[in-house]
């Protein structure tokens, strides 16, 4: 069995710069998008990766859980039922 004694799950610092710059890009790519911009975004990034074949329903729920906390309550409403619809359920 391994042992654990000297985890450190903190990031590096490498991990932490990765982190920055991924967060600049993003917001820079879509920052100054309005709400409906937004989810047209997502629709056409889940419509080209299920064309692909690299859709991963699992992966969209890990998104919608780790951007509820920024969302209001009609956002998240909005958010999962679009992902309810684009899964099919």
Wanted: proline residues 2%; charged residues 30%.
């Amino acid at each position: 069995m391994k042992r654990l004694k000297n985890y450190d799950a903190a990031p590096s610092e490498a991990e932490k710069a990765a982190a920055t710059a991924r967060y600049g890009e993003v917001m820079g790519k879509y920052g100054d998008m309005d709400e409906d911009a937004l989810l047209n975004e997502l629709v056409k990034s889940v419509t080209a990766s299920k064309q692909n074949g690299t859709y991963d329903s699992e992966q969209m729920l890990n998104f919608m859980n780790t951007v509820a906390p920024y969302l209001n309550d009609a956002q998240k409403e909005k958010l999962a039922a679009l992902i309810s619809m684009i899964d099919g359920k």
